[in-house]
């Protein structure tokens, strides 16, 4: 076991012992697995980085967050995040496009590809130019390799159809969406085996024509 395998048995524990006295007593080692996390992280982006020229160059040390959340103006006082992100994206955690986002939790993992939450302006752009060009939103979310991993957009929607569209469009659940994202959980055993690098990867790549659609109306 390495890796995000022990990320996810250290986080088991974390959940249950959600202080920093009892985080500083394991500190040094959450620091040796965050170093082999990273060092799959790394191989990841190397990989990716042949077919998602976004990816060259980046490091991984800056697409994940760190562990201590932030409590200031929050009425949850945990000190310590139960779960470790990794954002793949040019610029890493910073770029708000559309991106992959690696999410390692015990019971609740999994790769999500899209846009979360846009701004309004973006999510505006976003609607504007899937109405647009439907037919290929659709092609693209119905490929059978792609829909095999990816079964549809999750996240949150509107109760009615945003202002400037048609009610009775065909495709009016995809417009009420408030983000676009998709989604394959990803089972704690799956990180069990060295090859689920690649299996990401290959997730990864079947993604990419849907993280350019969004791109190509945000930048």
């Not at 708000?96 to 790769?111: E, M, R, T, V």
């Not at 929607?157 to 983000?179: N, Q």
Request: charged residues 30%; aromatic residues 12%; hydrophobic residues 40%.
């Amino acid at each position: 076991m390495r890796g995000m395998s022990k990320m996810l048995a250290f986080l088991k524990e974390l959940r249950e012992n959600n202080d920093r006295m009892w985080f500083a007593e394991r500190k040094d080692y959450y620091n040796a697995v965050r170093a082999e996390c990273i060092d799959e992280i790394e191989r990841i982006l190397r990989c990716a980085s042949a077919f998602d020229p976004d990816l060259r160059g980046v490091a991984a040390t800056d697409c994940i967050y760190r562990i201590y959340r932030d409590i200031r103006f929050s009425a949850d006082k945990r000190p310590l995040k139960e779960h470790f992100g990794i954002v793949m994206a040019r610029g890493g955690r910073r770029n708000p496009n559309a991106l992959y986002y690696l999410h390692i939790q015990p019971g609740c993992s999994g790769l999500y590809v899209g846009v979360h939450l846009p701004e309004p302006a973006n999510l505006k752009k976003l609607r504007i130019d899937i109405d647009a060009g439907i037919e290929e939103f659709d092609e693209i979310m119905s490929a059978p390799e792609f829909s095999a991993v990816f079964p549809g957009l999750v996240g949150e929607s509107l109760k009615s159809m945003p202002k400037g569209f048609a009610k009775d469009l065909p495709h009016a659940d995809v417009l009420k969406m408030k983000e676009f994202l998709v989604m394959t959980p990803l089972d704690d055993e799956f990180f069990a085996d060295d090859s689920w690098l690649d299996t990401v990867v290959g997730y990864m790549e079947l993604a990419k024509p849907f993280k350019d659609f969004l791109n190509y109306s945000l930048e």
